[in-house]
């Protein structure tokens, strides 16, 4: 796919998907939720890690509201066939994924940073459930990962009082992994995602899926699905080679099969 909305760089087992309507603020519209969703797959199948941030000041300020031609657009079909995919395809990548939060993401754009594993946040970014000002409710998974993440009564409230929830708030309820200062925001996430990309694939995939599954699982079910994983894992060179790195005392040199 020729990508016009969107930018798509792989480098040393790192992809970095870039929002690339600046002029915007990087506004989902119709071809842009296309093209995350394909380069999420194309990411998923060739890297190790990815990454999702913004060009210029924003990270995402949510759909498009200018998109649809001819009146108000269809908001059911556009989220059943064109968000579904595209936050499936990110929750679901087999790899680990960060979302580099470099400036306001509000409304669908706040929640789709919330589907990636990780958001590591710039300290003035901030995080806006806007839908109830235009006469809507939160959507792009909003209603499931907020819950989940911050608690009933503080999901309830940013959906009703769409207010702002500045980065270092975020942070403290535990919205986002971490908070950076400006200054340093890209070289931070950067090393993050390097991490990610060198480190042993199959496992951090374990991760994923057992830590999602968990909500829906009972305990004993829970415990069944991680001795299978673990038993995935345990059949791994990087298993093996972490085994051989910790009794050598030396960094393991992980090759994520």
């Not at 990780?118 to 959507?139: H, K, N, W």
């Not at 499931?144 to 403290?172: C, S, V």
Request: contains cysteine; proline residues 4%.
């Amino acid at each position: 796919m020729d990508y016009q909305t969107i930018t798509l760089e792989i480098t040393d087992g790192l992809a970095v998907l870039t929002l690339n309507r600046p002029d915007k603020m990087n506004a989902l519209n119709a071809q842009m939720r296309a093209e995350i969703t394909h380069a999420v797959g194309v990411a998923g199948n060739t890297a190790r890690a990815l990454v999702l941030t913004g060009a210029g000041r924003a990270f995402c300020t949510g759909q498009d509201l200018g998109d649809a031609s001819g009146g108000l657009p269809d908001l059911e079909r556009i989220l059943r066939d064109e968000y579904a995919p595209m936050l499936q395809a990110i929750t679901g990548c087999p790899i680990p994924t960060i979302a580099a939060v470099n400036g306001p993401a509000a409304g669908a754009g706040a929640n789709l940073a919330l589907a990636a594993d990780v958001v590591i946040a710039a300290e003035s970014a901030y995080f806006l459930q806007a839908f109830t000002r235009i006469g809507l409710i939160p959507d792009a998974g909003g209603t499931w990962m907020m819950p989940r993440q911050i608690g009933l009564a503080k999901a309830m409230g940013a959906a009703l009082f769409a207010e702002k929830i500045t980065a270092a708030q975020a942070e403290a309820w535990g919205m986002i992994w971490e908070v950076v200062p400006d200054e340093g925001f890209e070289a931070q996430w950067r090393s993050r995602a390097a991490y990610l990309a060198g480190g042993p694939t199959k496992a951090f995939a374990g991760v994923k899926q057992a830590l999602r599954a968990s909500f829906g699982q009972s305990f004993e079910d829970q415990l069944s699905l991680e001795a299978r994983l673990q038993g995935e894992c345990g059949r791994t060179r990087d298993f093996e080679e972490g085994v051989m790195a910790f009794l050598q005392k030396r960094p393991a040199a992980f090759e994520g099969r």
